[in-house]
Structure formats: C-alpha cells, structure tokens
C-alpha cells in the first residue's frame, strides 16, 4: 500500500503528482505514532520526562492534524496547509532536540524520524507554490 498512490488518485492531482507532498505525508504518519510510543516508554522511565512527554504528545498530535489535511487534495487550501507544515516542521525539530537530550533508544530513534519529518516538511511547503 502506499499514501502516495492514494493521494495520486485524486481527481486533481491527474495532472500534477506533488512527490514531496506525498513523501511529507508518509513521514508524517510514521512520526506521529513514533512520537506516541516514545511519549508511552517515556512515561516508564525512573527520570523526569515531562518535558519529552510533552513535546512527543504536542509533536504526535500536530503531525496527526498536519497528513489529515496533507490526504485532502480535493479543493484548495494550499497557504493554510504550507503554513501547517512550517509549524510541523518546527515542532519536530523541538521534539528531536528534546529527545536527543536523553541517552534512552527510543528518544534516539524519535528524534531521527522527527528529524527526517521536519526536512520533509520544509520540502512539501516549499513545493506549495
């Protein structure tokens, strides 16, 4: 299966596949509940985590809002959607920076798919002409 194809099907996107688009949007899914999880094990750690359980939970939540409306490609609201991956992609960068604070796996493998959402991000907004 592949979010890329489904977003391709689109009636008006026959004539114009957006790559980075489709590739922000794969990104987004995957961050989203990578966030989740490492909110969850963060909770299970003896040391204080609010603030990496804070931003996973923040960075999970807008990633979610950010490939919902990545998926409508029927209409057009193409500023709000650029401005929403501007701010997705700012709240990755926050969520890795806080995760890369911490020695724990899962914080290492949240922070590089937050990391690589963040770029993505910055690519699908930038090709929203």
Request: glycine letters at 4%.
């Given at each position: 299966?592949?979010?890329?194809?489904?977003?391709?099907?689109h009636?008006?996107?026959?004539?114009?596949?957006?790559?980075?688009?489709?590739d922000?949007?794969?990104?987004?899914?995957?961050?989203?509940?990578?966030?989740?999880?490492?909110?969850?094990?963060?909770?299970?750690?003896?040391?204080?985590?609010?603030?990496?359980?804070?931003?996973?939970?923040?960075?999970?939540?807008?990633?979610?809002?950010?490939?919902?409306?990545?998926?409508?490609?029927?209409g057009?609201?193409?500023?709000?959607?650029?401005?929403?991956?501007?701010?997705?992609?700012?709240?990755?960068?926050?969520?890795?920076?806080?995760?890369?604070r911490?020695?724990?796996?899962?914080?290492?493998l949240?922070?590089?798919i937050?990391?690589?959402?963040a770029?993505?991000?910055?690519?699908?907004?930038?090709?929203?002409?």
């Amino acid at each position: 299966m592949s979010i890329r194809k489904m977003i391709a099907l689109h009636p008006g996107s026959k004539d114009h596949v957006n790559q980075a688009l489709g590739d922000a949007v794969h990104h987004l899914m995957y961050c989203a509940k990578m966030c989740l999880s490492c909110a969850d094990t963060s909770m299970a750690e003896a040391m204080d985590t609010t603030q990496c359980i804070r931003l996973c939970l923040d960075c999970s939540d807008i990633c979610e809002a950010t490939a919902r409306l990545g998926l409508r490609r029927t209409g057009n609201d193409q500023p709000m959607l650029r401005e929403l991956l501007e701010l997705c992609g700012r709240m990755c960068e926050q969520c890795a920076a806080e995760c890369e604070r911490h020695d724990h796996e899962h914080c290492k493998l949240c922070a590089q798919i937050c990391r690589e959402c963040a770029s993505d991000c910055a690519k699908a907004a930038a090709s929203l002409a």
